[in-house]
């Protein structure tokens, strides 16, 4: 059963670093490129961007990139994405999901990870 | 604001069909990248509903159907249920951005 499991809930301080995860099961995680996206409270989903954690071949979105940072562990088929400023704006729940090319379809996802960042 | 386009809300009473558009460009659905939509059931994370256009995962019932004409697809979902009450997203590939771009979602209300 492919299974990617996020890392749990996050409440983190303005200025505050965090890595938070996704470990992939049930597949041959380099085989398949991870994405991760954002959910801001209340509102609609923005793709941040992916990793092929076989050669980790990145690609971000330009809305973030330089601000976050993804990243992969194949030894242990995990996938992270990293921030080392938190800011309010933060503030959203991750999800992380599998996809087979770039521009396809993300068939699997993560149960996503909230993080919350206050002041 | 997002690349493409989706209708804020829809809503329909039970049996009936309804349909969920999303408006792009000639730079992601014009340029003939796959369209996805995904339902997004409240609290829980995004389902892959329908895959290159109009092909369905496995487990995804038949009410469910995807179509695209030039810059534009739509979602149709037939004989509607209570269950059905969801986000709906639309996504495809976006050559100019280089990733991929998504719809603002469409809020569907059984009624």
């Known amino acids: 059963e492919v299974q990617l499991v996020q890392s749990g809930a996050e409440v983190k301080k303005l200025g505050e670093s965090l890595k938070i995860s996704c470990k992939g099961s049930?597949?041959?995680?380099?085989?398949?490129?991870i994405a991760w996206v954002r959910q801001m409270p209340g509102k609609g989903l923005e793709w941040m961007g992916i990793?092929?954690?076989?050669?980790?071949?990145?690609r971000y979105s330009p809305s973030f990139q330089g601000q976050v940072t993804i990243s992969a562990d194949k030894s242990i088929s995990t996938a992270y994405l990293q921030w080392l400023d938190l800011k309010a704006s933060d503030t959203a729940m991750y999800y992380c999901a599998r996809q087979v090319i770039v521009a396809g379809a993300a068939d699997f996802w993560g149960q996503g990870t909230l993080v919350t960042v206050s002041s | 604001q997002s690349v493409l386009t989706q209708p804020p809300s829809v809503s329909g009473a039970p049996g009936q069909r309804v349909t969920i558009s999303c408006t792009g460009s000639?730079?992601?659905?014009?340029?003939?990248?796959?369209v996805q939509w995904y339902q997004q059931l409240p609290g829980t994370a995004p389902k892959l509903l329908i895959s290159?256009?109009?092909s369905r995962p496995s487990g995804v019932p038949d009410r469910f159907s995807g179509s695209k004409s030039g810059t534009s697809a739509s979602l149709a979902i037939t004989g509607l249920q209570a269950e059905d009450e969801a986000d709906y997203y639309c996504q495809s590939y976006d050559s100019s951005l280089s990733g991929w771009v998504f719809g603002g979602g469409t809020r569907l209300t059984v009624l």
């Open positions: 049930g597949y041959s995680f380099t085989t398949y490129w």
């Open positions: 000639s730079s992601n659905i014009g340029a003939r990248y796959d």
């Open positions: 990793i092929y954690p076989g050669d980790s071949d990145i």
């Open positions: 290159g256009i109009s």
